[in-house]
């Protein structure tokens, strides 16, 4: 008798975001692109977006299986935490149970941009985002497309680099689909990212705080925000 054939899942839309240079507001069909990704990433979807450092595979942080996604279409191993996207330092706070000066200072110093604080973190945040430790790392950034999709869905969201682990981090639309393929549910393009380097990781849980991950931020200029 015929077996039933599995269907391979389609490979993800690619919706081209088209951003003003010149600081106007965005075109119709980007903000339609961008409302079907937060309509997407509020239903527990996948959803890959440009940053200024590089791609990042997006999920609803407050949803644990949309995480779990996360972590399946990587191939990342569960102890190893994500970093939550925020729309700016309210947000931030909102998702820490205590927020340092350290933090603070540097919030205010060089968000949004290629930082991440690690502060202890909100009960509101599950246990999955942070590998059920006691802390959360927030980042608020730069690129105006994923600071507006945050805010258009109203929902943080848990975003590590869009790419399989152990694979290089994707600075292009192409290089998403190339390493996830399928994985994902849609992918925004908004070209090259900026840095093309992941975010310095900084712990504002000590004192004085310390740099768990280097990146485009220098000690200097950290040493320079925290005073």
């Not at 991440?116 to 009960?123: G, I």
Request: with cysteine; aromatic share 2%.
């Amino acid at each position: 008798s015929l077996q039933p054939v599995a269907m391979a899942r389609p490979p993800p839309d690619i919706l081209r975001i088209d951003w003003p240079r010149d600081g106007g507001p965005p075109s119709a069909a980007t903000l339609a692109a961008l409302d079907r990704a937060a309509d997407l990433l509020r239903r527990g979807g996948l959803v890959a977006i440009p940053t200024e450092t590089v791609y990042g595979l997006a999920a609803n942080a407050f949803d644990p299986e949309a995480v779990a996604g996360i972590f399946r279409a990587k191939g990342r191993p569960a102890g190893n935490p994500l970093i939550v996207h925020v729309s700016g330092a309210e947000q931030a706070r909102a998702l820490s149970s205590a927020w340092p000066p350290a933090a603070a200072a540097l919030a205010a110093a060089v968000w949004p941009g290629p930082a991440t604080v690690v502060v202890p973190r909100s009960p509101r945040i599950p246990g999955i985002v942070t590998a059920e430790g006691p802390t959360v790392a927030l980042r608020c950034p730069a690129h105006p497309v994923s600071r507006l999709l945050i805010e258009r869905a109203g929902i943080p969201l848990a975003a590590p680099s869009a790419n399989r682990s152990e694979a290089v981090s994707p600075t292009t639309a192409q290089h998403v689909l190339a390493g996830l393929g399928h994985r994902v549910d849609l992918i925004l393009d908004a070209g090259s990212c900026e840095r093309g380097i992941e975010s310095t990781v900084v712990d504002c849980t000590t004192t004085p705080p310390r740099i768990l991950r280097p990146g485009p931020l220098s000690r200097a200029e950290l040493e320079a925000a925290v005073g």
